[in-house]
Every structure is written in structure tokens, then in C-alpha cells.
């Protein structure tokens, strides 16, 4: 067991995260961390804010830079992706021709951003933001007095948007729905960050498909169906993400939005695991419900639960979902999943913010989202988690009222 390691194909939050858990749980034998990027692993949410924004030159902001690999003895293979998987054999091929052999093999193999195909698109200079390469290059064109047209209202789209206005840019942004973030996010809340968006200056348009792009040399223009157009110098394309699964899918193990995995985070194949955005699973607070999130703490989460569970500990993965976004002086955060609830309990912060209560039809809470000023929200925030994992079905007008400390109630229910 000692000369065949864990494996880790993906060298993200949550395959770092597995990786030091495993050496924290006491394993001693081989652990080998893959990565497609040069880089060590990094963390990824400063891309679209700090990344963007340093009046310095920006560097990544490392999750394991070399001194930590080797202080936890984690062989890190960077710049040479898997390409398949040998289940029978338990080996991992590399593009190189080397082959890894596995005793618990994991994959936080993340996700890739979906990309946008309309005519025009293949040569217009379009950005996607992912990787560090991708947010030093869109750093690169954002300069002021630029007109930069953002595709996308989620929260890559509005986070970048953010930024570039930051930066001194002028900004289009064209969503395709009827508001942005109809993902995860009540429209109360949606509200606000676009009225502080306009605020900003940003210029919105909703529901108006695109028709095609067109390049005249640093110059492009994007086509609405409306006949309407818009001139910018750089055009963002922020519409999701979607899984990388096709290693997975490759080596024949059960694929649902994602690699599908049980409770516990393992696949169709025993000897391995699924951790982070790349996987689906059941979440027991919503009877079991499937869900995939591309979110940090999931990330962190879950990497950790695998690592646990790699070393045979048969853990159940229950965290409530938790997931912000920075955006000028706000911060916005939700926990748990509020397309879950049937009826909103608002909570009056004053001017300075909104925050809403989630409540499933028999009374239990399911989410709460907020936004504001952090020091205003984040500590309800936290106290709405406990009551959702413990499953509290609080009183409406206690939710409401202000006056009423959250805290005070997650300790009556435990």
C-alpha cells in the first residue's frame, strides 16, 4: 500500500484541500496531485476582484506554494493534464505517457466555462475568465476609458463588471433572462445589486438575443436582434460553467450534471471519488435532492470529506451550501438553497441592506440571503446556517423582527 498513493487528478481548492487532509489524517504513503496549469495550486475567487483591481503587479494568491508541497510530502505534477483511466488496473495516464498507479483515486477535475457560439464569435476577441492566464489578460484590457461589454448577468458577469468599472471603464451588460442573478438569488436582492450597478453607470439590457459579432480591427460590435448595437473594445463572456467530466465519463462511471457521486462522495467505482464543482450529489437537508454548486466552501468541504472518507471513515457530506459575492462596497451571501422555499420573511437592517428568510412549506428554513455591508450580514448569516442544519423551524414574526437576536434562536433549537 505504501508504493501505491492516493491520487488526486485536479489541483484546485478542493484537490489541495484532500491532499493536506489526507497527510493530516495520517496517511504516509505516496499522494500525488495533477494539474493541467504550471502554477501551484491558487485560489480562485480573487480572479475576478483582487486580480483585477491591485494598482501593483497582482500574483496569485497560492493555496500550496512549493515550500508547503514539500513540507506535506505531496508530489505535485503541474502543466501535464490525465487524458484517461485505467479502472481494472487502477492507473492514471498522463499526456506525457506516464502512467500513476492508484490505491484511492480523487477527482476535482472543477469546471470549464461554457463558451457563447453565434456567428461572428470565432473571430471576435472574446474573454472568458477562469484562470489565472484568463484574469491577466482580461487585466490587460481593462483600462480607462475603455467600453467593455460583459455577456452575462450571474456572478462572474457582474463581478467583472464591478472591476472594470472600477477601473475606469465604461460597461454594457447583456443578459439574455429577464434580470440578473436568477440563479440561487431572490429577485429582491437581484434588485438592489442592479440599482447599484445603474448607479455605477452600468448600461443594462435584458432579454434581447444577440444576432452576431463583428470585428473592425481593436473595435467589435455586437449585433442585437433589436437592431440595436454596442461598440466596445473587449467583449466578457460570463453564461456558467459547465462540469469536466470527460475523464470521467471517458473511463464509463455514471455521469448526472456532473460525476455523479453518493452521499459520501464516492462514484460508481469504489475506489474513487468526486470533490468540487465537477460533481453532483445528494444533499440530505433537501430529501435528498441532486444538486451541483460551484462554490469555495463546497470546494474546501468537500475535499476535505473525500480525504476523509479515501482513508475509510464513511462520512456523510450534510454542509449547507454557503456561497458571497463582493461587488463595490457590498457583499451578498446565501446559505442553503433558496429555490427550496415556498414563502420570504423579510428582516429590516435599515438602509444599509436587505435580508430574507427562506421557509419551506411546513415552516422549517431552508436559506437565508443578504446583502449589505459585511459586518451587517455575516454574522446572521452564519447563526441562519445553524438553524437550517438543525433543522429549526423558527417563528415568522421572530424572523422578522429585528429586535430579535438570530443567535438567540439557533440556541433554543440545540
Not at 32 to 51: D, M, N, Q, W
Not at 355 to 384: E, M, N, Q, W
Not at 393 to 409: C, G, I, M, T, Y
Request: aromatic share 6%.
Amino acid at each position: 500500500m505504501t508504493d501505491i498513493g492516493m491520487v488526486i487528478i485536479g489541483a484546485g481548492e478542493a484537490g489541495a484541500r484532500a491532499a493536506v487532509q489526507l497527510r493530516e489524517e495520517g496517511w504516509s504513503g505516496p499522494i500525488t496531485l495533477i494539474g493541467e496549469e504550471r502554477l501551484s495550486p491558487y485560489e480562485r475567487p480573487p480572479l475576478s476582484k483582487g486580480t483585477l483591481l491591485d494598482k501593483d503587479e497582482p500574483a496569485p494568491v497560492w493555496i500550496l506554494n512549493e515550500e508547503r508541497l514539500a513540507q506535506h510530502d505531496i508530489t505535485f505534477i503541474s502543466g501535464c493534464g490525465a487524458v484517461d483511466i485505467d479502472r481494472e488496473r487502477r492507473t492514471v495516464l498522463l499526456e506525457d505517457g506516464r502512467l500513476i498507479p492508484y490505491f484511492r483515486l480523487l477527482l476535482t477535475t472543477g469546471a470549464r466555462p461554457r463558451k457563447y457560439k453565434l456567428e461572428g464569435s470565432e473571430d471576435a476577441d472574446v474573454l472568458y475568465l477562469r484562470t489565472y492566464a484568463d484574469a491577466m489578460k482580461l487585466r490587460d484590457r481593462l483600462h480607462s476609458g475603455m467600453h467593455v461589454a460583459v455577456i452575462g448577468g450571474g456572478f462572474i458577469g457582474l463581478e467583472v463588471t464591478a472591476s472594470a468599472i472600477e477601473r475606469g471603464c465604461t460597461v454594457s451588460l447583456i443578459e439574455l433572462g429577464p434580470r440578473i442573478l436568477s440563479r440561487g438569488v431572490p429577485k429582491e436582492i437581484a434588485d438592489v445589486v442592479e440599482a447599484r450597478h445603474r448607479k455605477a453607470g452600468v448600461d443594462f439590457k435584458f432579454g434581447v438575443p444577440i444576432e452576431k459579432i463583428t470585428k473592425n480591427g481593436e473595435r467589435q460590435t455586437i449585433v442585437l436582434a433589436d437592431g440595436s448595437t454596442i461598440e466596445c473594445n473587449a467583449i466578457i463572456i460570463g453564461i456558467g460553467a459547465i462540469p469536466e467530466s470527460s475523464l470521467a465519463e471517458k473511463c464509463g462511471l455514471e455521469i448526472d450534471n456532473g460525476i455523479r457521486v453518493d452521499e459520501m462522495l464516492r462514484t460508481s467505482d469504489p475506489f474513487i471519488y468526486a470533490a468540487g464543482d465537477c460533481c453532483s450529489f445528494p444533499h440530505p437537508f433537501y430529501g435528498g435532492r441532486r444538486i451541483r454548486l460551484e462554490a469555495w466552501r463546497n470546494a474546501q468541504d468537500q475535499g476535505t470529506l473525500a480525504a476523509h472518507n479515501m482513508m475509510g471513515a464513511d462520512k456523510v457530506y450534510k454542509a449547507v451550501p454557503w456561497f458571497w459575492s463582493d461587488q463595490y462596497e457590498l457583499t451578498l451571501q446565501v446559505t442553503g438553497l433558496t429555490d427550496a422555499g415556498e414563502t420570504i420573511v423579510s428582516r429590516d437592517i435599515g438602509e444599509e441592506g436587505r435580508f430574507y428568510f427562506h421557509l419551506a412549506g411546513d415552516g422549517s428554513l431552508v436559506a437565508a440571503s443578504a446583502i449589505g455591508p459585511i459586518s451587517k450580514i455575516a454574522k446572521d448569516i452564519r447563526f441562519s446556517e445553524m438553524l437550517i442544519h438543525q433543522g429549526a423551524r423558527p417563528d415568522p414574526e421572530a424572523l422578522a423582527n429585528p429586535d430579535v437576536k438570530l443567535r438567540s434562536l439557533a440556541m433554543v433549537v440545540q
